[in-house]
């Protein structure tokens, strides 16, 4: 009896899937961190070396779930910014951090449905005001002057 391929296959397909999309959460971290300036530039002779804060593990969801190493000098409230650039950027609503090892961080995106209209979360952008009034308002012209310099 021949073994079962099938089997291998869809294991194989489902490990693929799970690498690329850790290769694609950890560029677009990367890339986040480098945008909003969460990095440290290193002067060499060689040119300019760029560092940013390194993921450790990735886990598929749900919920998505990645470790972050921080920088020396760094405190979690930096990374927040570029988490929740990753967060948006998989489909998620935002992100919790929890404390895991030392420096480590444990990032939680959270998937969560958006909340009823009638809770009120501070952290969610309002709704846009429509401005009934222009911005810029013609003034009225001033009354033409008289030969003396004057005004009528």
Avoid: N
């Avoid at 749900?62 to 489909?91: N, W």
Wanted: charged share 25%; glycine share 8%.
């Amino acid at each position: 009896m021949l073994p079962s391929f099938r089997g291998r296959a869809e294991q194989r397909r489902h490990e693929a899937i799970a690498h690329a999309f850790e290769t694609d959460l950890r560029r677009e971290f990367r890339a986040a961190c480098e945008y909003l300036g969460v990095r440290r530039k290193t002067h060499v002779p060689a040119g300019v070396t760029i560092t940013c804060p390194r993921i450790g593990f990735v886990q598929m969801g749900p919920p998505t779930v990645f470790s972050v190493e921080l920088m020396a000098g760094m405190v979690p409230a930096d990374l927040v910014p570029p988490a929740q650039r990753v967060a948006q950027a998989i489909g998620g609503r935002g992100v919790r951090f929890e404390p895991f090892a030392g420096r480590w961080l444990r990032v939680v995106v959270l998937d969560d449905p958006d909340p009823p209209a009638d809770h009120d979360d501070p952290h969610r952008p309002g709704p846009r005001r429509v401005r009934h009034r222009p911005l810029v308002v013609p003034c009225p012209a001033p009354p033409p002057f008289t030969r003396s310099g004057e005004r009528r």
